[in-house]
């Protein structure tokens, strides 16, 4: 069955330019959550959705990172004026209920700044 | 805020020998420890998972130990088989929070 996607699977900025990262969760799955994992290291939580509301972005590294989940489906993450330390794998976990613990990963976007 | 810590970062067992990776945590109000496998240019895929209300759990190759008063927790392969070697990592939630990921143990499976 389709799991979560996620695309494009890499990219490539310049510093400073924009960027958008998508992610399509499985169908029907209630909480989105976005996570940034670093070269050699463990997933970081960045925000999370229940539906359209955003209920925690705790994690976001600064007030460059935005994300948004306008009609309770697909999410975009964008990052403005990227820097080099932003190059990292994007990750998107979908998880079927509020109250369900299990979250299914998406194949994650590969930023890359220059 | 919750601290996971995964000993150790690599590895590296013969083929049909155990491996075993172990995890502490701080938050004494986690109650979810899932483990995940990670595969070269893919995300994170469950394995197994344990709750607080549970000591240990089983699945084929696959055992989770939990231990709450020392707030440790551990990942058993039995028979290992060259198909296991991945990066592994434990995780500790707190109910419908984030997940908080430990570093990570890359898992070498010697022929």
């Known amino acids: 069955g389709a799991g979560v996607s996620q695309s494009p699977r890499y990219k490539v900025a310049k510093r400073g330019q924009d960027v958008a990262l998508r992610c399509d969760p499985i169908s029907g799955h209630v909480s989105l959550f976005w996570y940034q994992q670093a070269l050699g290291q463990g997933p970081e939580f960045l925000t999370y959705f229940q539906n359209e509301a955003q209920l925690d972005k705790s994690g976001l590294p600064s007030d460059r990172f935005f994300a948004e989940r306008p009609e309770g489906s697909v999410s975009t993450l964008k990052i403005q004026r990227t820097q080099q330390e932003d190059s990292a794998v994007y990750l998107c976990a979908s998880s079927l209920e509020a109250l369900s613990n299990e979250q299914f990963f998406g194949p994650g976007t590969r930023l890359t700044v220059l | 805020g919750e601290n996971v810590e995964q000993h150790p970062s690599t590895l590296s067992v013969q083929e049909g020998d155990s491996a075993v990776i172990k995890c502490t945590y701080s938050?004494?109000?986690?109650?979810?420890f899932p483990w995940y496998k990670q595969e070269l240019g893919k995300g994170p895929q469950l394995i197994i998972d344990?709750?607080?209300?549970?000591g240990e759990k089983k699945d084929q190759r696959i055992a989770v130990t939990l231990n709450k008063t020392a707030k440790h927790f551990s990942l058993h392969i039995t028979e290992t088989q060259p198909e296991d070697s991945a990066v592994y990592f434990c995780a500790a939630s707190k109910g419908r929070d984030k997940i908080i990921f430990g570093k990570g143990t890359r898992l070498h499976i010697l022929p």
């Open positions: 344990i709750r607080s209300n549970v």
């Open positions: 938050d004494s109000a986690s109650n979810y």
